[in-house]
């Protein structure tokens, strides 16, 4: 059981790593690409091949798959109930990266709400990750 705690907090630290790298990612490279404002069909083509040509979005779907792979595999031997709750930490971390990475304001309300995201993700991790027999 010991190989298998270690096994499933180092994946969920990949997932919450993954994951916000992510989305960070996903965020920076859509504001490079910049708001779309011509919703017509030539416009939203030519946007279209902006996304999916920027290295930035590339980067973060690699991430995002990282993610969904760290956690399909999590998956397959801990609790739904305690893997998705211990993820959560990861809204942490996109909170502090959007701070650092991409000069957004958060605001106290918003790190008190974090805080409280972390305090669940304590209280989730004191848990034992699988409750239900293995098949």
Known sequence: MPARRTKTVVLLAL????????????????KEIGAVEDWSP???????VRVFTHGTVWLGIACLIGFFVCYLLVLTWA?????????????????????LVLGETVTMLRWCGVGLICMGVGLVGITPHSTTEQV
């Open 15 to 30: 997932m919450i790593l993954c994951g916000a790298a992510g989305d960070v990612l996903l965020s920076k490279g859509m």
């Open 42 to 48: 030539a416009a939203l083509a030519a946007t279209y």
């Open 79 to 99: 609790d739904f109930s305690y893997v998705l709750p211990a993820s959560s930490l990861s809204y942490a971390l996109v909170a502090l990266l959007g701070w």
